[in-house]
């Protein structure tokens, strides 16, 4: 059995500031397992707390996303970790 689709009263073009720990993986490129890691050691926000819930703030997940450092020509993996310098 196919379930409906969840009422959205957000239009398209207005996505939601909050997300769940599924929907910030997603959004960022990575499964929530990674995404569980990420936050852990710091390379993710941690959540915001609504009640029983942890939402993720988007913004928030934009600004820890721009400071994972890029692999550019001629860096190896080892010299990205050593450009990771900061903490939430």
Excluded at 30 to 43: C, I, M, N, Q, Y
């Amino acid at each position: 059995m196919q379930r409906e689709p969840r009422y959205n009263p957000l239009p398209d073009s207005l996505p939601p500031r909050g997300v769940h720990r599924e929907a910030a993986a997603a959004y960022i490129g990575v499964s929530p397992r990674k995404f569980d890691e990420l936050v852990a050691d710091g390379r993710m926000p941690p959540p915001k707390r609504i009640d029983a819930r942890n939402v993720w703030d988007r913004r928030r997940l934009d600004e820890f996303f721009d400071k994972l450092p890029d692999l550019s020509a001629g860096k190896t993996s080892a010299d990205a970790d050593d450009e990771w310098n900061f903490r939430a």
